[in-house]
C-alpha cells in the first residue's frame, strides 16, 4: 500500500496522559499537514512540513501539542497533558508538485481516533 | 462567520435524481477550490478541483462564482454509492499553505 499511513489507528487515555501519534505520507511527497477532525466538523489544520522544515502552525496547536519530521520523511505529533477536549480525529495528509501534481491535492491518511477518559 | 460555510443537511434523494450542494467562503483573494468526499469514519478524499470555468467529470459538476464567492457541485443520476458527507475546501490563501475545510453536507441516497 503507497498511501499515507498512520499508527495507531486508535488510542484510549486517561486525561494527563502524554500521546504520540505516527505518520507515515506517500514517499515522493515533501509537504505533510497535521489536521483535527470532531464529529460533524471538517478537518481543521493544525500544522504542516516542507520536507523537515516546519513552516506553519494553527492557533489551535496549544503549547501542549508539538508535531516533528525530523528527516523529511514520517513524522509524529505529540499530545502532553491531554485534556478531554483533545478527544477527536487526528488526520495526516501529504502533498508533492511531483509529475505535475499541485501541493493543493492532499492525500489523506486514515487517522488516529483519540479518546481521553 | 465561518471561513467557508456549508448547508450540513442531510439531503435525502431517490437514486437518479439530481441534487446539487452550495457553498460560501469569505475572503475574495481565495485561489483554490475543490470538493473532497468523505465516507463515514473515513478519511476525506478529493473528489475533484474547481476551475473558474466550471468543470464536470462523469456525473459531477463543479461551479465556481467569484463575484458571489459561492461554489457548486451537481450530481446528476445518483447512485447509492454517492451516500456520503461532501467537504467543500478552499486555499484561503493569506499566505497559508493549508486547506480550510468547510462542514460538510451529508448525502443520503435512498433506493
Known amino acids: 500500500d503507497t498511501g499515507v499511513s498512520q499508527n495507531p489507528r486508535h488510542k484510549i487515555t486517561k486525561r494527563g496522559q502524554n500521546v504520540t501519534f505516527r505518520c507515515d505520507p506517500i514517499s515522493e511527497h515533501n509537504r505533510l499537514y497535521w489536521y483535527r477532525q470532531t464529529l460533524g466538523q471538517g478537518p481543521e489544520f493544525l500544522t504542516y512540513f516542507q520536507n523537515e522544515a516546519q513552516l506553519e502552525k494553527s492557533r489551535l496547536l496549544s503549547d501542549r501539542f508539538s508535531a516533528e519530521r525530523p528527516k523529511g520523511s514520517f513524522s509524529t505529533l505529540e499530545i502532553q497533558r491531554t485534556e478531554q477536549g483533545d478527544s477527536a480525529m487526528y488526520l495526516c495528509?501529504?502533498?508533492?508538485?511531483?509529475?505535475?501534481?499541485?501541493?493543493?491535492?492532499?492525500?489523506f491518511g486514515p487517522g488516529t481516533r483519540l479518546t481521553v477518559l | 462567520r465561518k471561513e467557508v460555510e456549508q448547508d450540513p443537511g442531510p439531503f435525502n434523494v431517490p437514486e437518479g435524481a439530481t441534487v446539487a450542494f452550495n457553498c460560501t467562503y469569505s475572503n475574495s483573494a481565495s485561489q483554490s477550490f475543490f470538493w473532497y468526499r468523505q465516507d463515514c469514519r473515513k478519511e476525506p478524499k478529493l473528489l475533484m478541483s474547481v476551475y473558474s470555468s466550471g468543470n464536470e467529470d462523469g456525473r459531477f459538476t463543479a461551479q465556481l462564482n467569484r463575484a458571489s464567492q459561492y461554489i457548486s457541485l451537481l450530481i446528476r443520476d445518483s447512485k447509492l454509492s454517492d451516500s456520503a458527507t461532501y467537504l467543500c475546501?478552499?486555499?484561503?490563501?493569506?499566505?497559508?499553505?493549508?486547506?480550510?475545510f468547510g462542514s460538510g453536507t451529508r448525502l443520503q441516497v435512498q433506493p
Open positions: 495528509a501529504s502533498s508533492s508538485r511531483a509529475g505535475g501534481s499541485s501541493y493543493n491535492e492532499q492525500f
Open positions: 475546501v478552499v486555499n484561503l490563501d493569506t499566505g497559508r499553505r493549508a486547506l480550510t
